[in-house]
């Protein structure tokens, strides 16, 4: 099973239409692929109860053990927030890794992709988030997929242009096999 993870809180994000697409590519490949939407999972960022593994809230707890844990692979879409990635998806690593981290981290095979209005395409935040999968034990494939300047890669309608969900396509048949 493959798990993207929508990596940013912001609601109707071009994150999350980039993530979508992205399971969509994959369902369209016949690949078992889970969706996890930031903008879905509640964080209580003033509680120290989080960084007790024991005390980790039910919902995430289900999360954790339904879709993180049994997952093989990982995508992580991640927006550019101050030439970085978002705060929000590292505090989400940091909540579920205080229970079962190997089981959720280690060894997990990592595609990243980077989101921008600039002209970089989250590439520095996509090494920050290498350089932390790597610490975690994942193993981040070569090659990660910064998409810069989004906004002129969507259509009309909302969705990614053609010649860009072309090359997702590509990077997401790499990924499978790697």
Request: hydrophobic share 40%.
């Amino acid at each position: 099973m493959i798990t993207v993870i929508s990596g940013t809180n912001r609601k109707e994000s071009k994150t999350t239409i980039v993530a979508q697409a992205i399971f969509d590519i994959l369902k369209g490949l016949d690949q078992e692929v889970q969706l996890i939407d930031l903008t879905k999972i509640e964080l209580d960022i003033n509680s120290e109860e989080v960084y007790n593994g024991e005390k980790l809230s039910e919902s995430l707890s289900i999360l954790q053990d339904e879709i993180l844990v049994p997952a093989e692979k990982m995508i992580y879409v991640s927006p550019e927030y101050n030439g970085s990635y978002a705060g929000y998806l590292k505090y989400f690593i940091d909540v579920v890794s205080v229970r079962k981290y190997k089981e959720t981290f280690s060894d997990k095979k990592c595609f990243l992709v980077g989101v921008a209005a600039g002209r970089a395409g989250n590439l520095r935040g996509l090494d920050h988030l290498t350089g932390m999968l790597n610490h975690v034990g994942s193993v981040v494939m070569p090659g990660s997929l910064p998409l810069s300047q989004i906004g002129s890669l969507l259509t009309e309608s909302g969705g990614l242009n053609e010649a860009t969900s072309n090359l997702l396509k590509e990077k997401l048949e790499k990924f499978i096999s790697f």
